[in-house]
């Protein structure tokens, strides 16, 4: 199955200093239909004003992936980390049996991410944060496993469950495969460019649901 999400069709929030789309039921949005896709919870396309971001705020068990597009976040928790990841890195807070935190654009420019919550197999674990770069050069036509809680991908980033997030620079006229084996999910988003998931036309932050798909 091949389930289509345009980016017009995402929920929608926009104050003073965010404009974001919601890919899953979030906040005042709610689709019966757009819950999950299996551990995934959440996939939110945030634009950040410059000088503003998240102040501090609580979450407890849950996978807070953050995927920088363009200019960089900063981050603090009450764990005493502090970091700045820029575009093209990642940084995954797990939040377990607590954490709060703050997420804010300290940059001179529109910070874009995606941040993508996934559920945790296991509730209560201890709270932990980390940051990483990733070679940009390195990306050109093929996956690479940003984080993990899979065996193997242990120079990924660490989650609590059985799932991954990769990249890909994908040039013009190329073409990559992965496989979603039997009884998973995928999820796929493109930032920008146009293209083709098994024939089916794709835009760029559109949405693509993946199962079974060989």
Known sequence: MIERRPFASLGRFRNDWLNARHHFSFGEYFDRSRMNVGALRVWNDD???PGTGFPPHPHRDMEIITYVRQGAITHED???NRGRTEAG???VMSAGTGIRHAEFNQEDEATTIFQIWIEPAARGVAPRWA???FPKGDRAGLWVTLASGRPGD???????QDAAVLGATVLAGQTLDYTVAAGRHAYLVAPSGRFTV???AIDARDG???VDVP
């Open 47 to 49: 634009e950040i004003q």
């Open 78 to 80: 009450s764990l005493g």
């Open 89 to 91: 890195d990642v940084q």
């Open 131 to 133: 940051a990483r770069p």
């Open 154 to 160: 242990e120079d990924a980033l660490p989650i609590h």
């Open 198 to 200: 098994d024939g089916e």
């Open 208 to 210: 693509v649901v993946l």
